[in-house]
């Protein structure tokens, strides 16, 4: 029963460096999103997706980037990290009512 | 556009005492109303939903959330904590417009259960 999966967990960048967060979800969910989560800030939408090959830009997009070749995964991708980026990354799956089903996260730092 | 403002950032309260967290929501179209609780180092998880009907709902571990239209609110409460109810806790909305809109989050607040 894995519901939403998150790799990694954790990763420290150095600034100029990129990388991708990997999400995969086993629920069939049409709707899935990336949110990050700074302390007192709440979480705050990056990229969504309302099914395979659509994607749309959240409140926080720049540095971003996604794509979803596939209804099960939905990966993140920083280009050139950046200080700002420092944060713990969520991503979550949905159906229907909206109620959200979340990963563990990644707890990104750039150095 | 919607938006969420929970009201208090902190709220200690001594073990078996009552609590109330409060959210207040802004929409222009029906919404959907969730809390959510974040343990220490994990995922949030669910604790309760609005979805229609009945406007009060509970959860499994007794809490439980009124969702009041007149004055767009949806307040958190329980009447007796527990040390294991310490965490952070997330009012979240959604509507349904031509598809489900992606859940916007209050900025969270951090109950502290006091033994």
């Known amino acids: 029963n894995a519901g939403v999966t998150q790799t990694p967990k954790f990763r420290i960048l150095k600034i100029g460096q990129s990388m991708t967060l990997q999400c995969t979800q086993d629920m069939n969910h049409n709707y899935m999103y990336w949110y990050r989560q700074d302390p007192g800030m709440g979480l705050k939408l990056i990229y969504y997706?309302?099914?395979?090959?659509?994607?749309d830009k959240g409140e926080v997009p720049n540095g971003y980037n996604v794509s979803r070749s596939t209804t099960e995964d939905f990966p993140l991708r920083l280009e050139l990290a950046a200080p700002s980026q420092t944060s713990v990354y969520f991503c979550?799956?949905?159906?229907?009512?909206?109620?959200?089903?979340f990963g563990q996260g990644t707890r990104l730092t750039v150095v | 556009a919607q938006s969420v403002t929970q009201l208090d950032s902190q709220v200690p309260v001594f073990e078996e005492a009552p609590v109330e967290l409060r959210c207040n929501y802004s929409s222009s179209v029906s919404v959907y109303l969730f809390w959510y609780v974040q343990y220490p180092n994990q995922g949030l998880q669910l604790l309760l939903k609005?979805?229609?009907?009945?406007?009060l709902v509970e959860s499994i571990n007794g809490f439980e959330a009124e969702f009041n239209k007149s004055q767009t609110s949806f307040h958190l409460r329980k009447p007796s904590v527990h040390i294991s109810d310490t965490a952070e806790y997330f009012c979240?909305?959604?509507?349904?417009?031509?598809?489900?809109?992606?859940?916007?989050f209050g900025k969270g607040t951090r109950l502290s259960v006091i033994a």
């Open positions: 609005y979805l229609s009907g009945s406007t």
């Open positions: 979550a799956s949905s159906q229907g009512s909206g109620e959200a089903f």
């Open positions: 979240a909305v959604s509507s349904f417009h031509s598809g489900n809109t992606p859940l916007v």
């Open positions: 997706s309302v099914g395979a090959g659509i994607t």
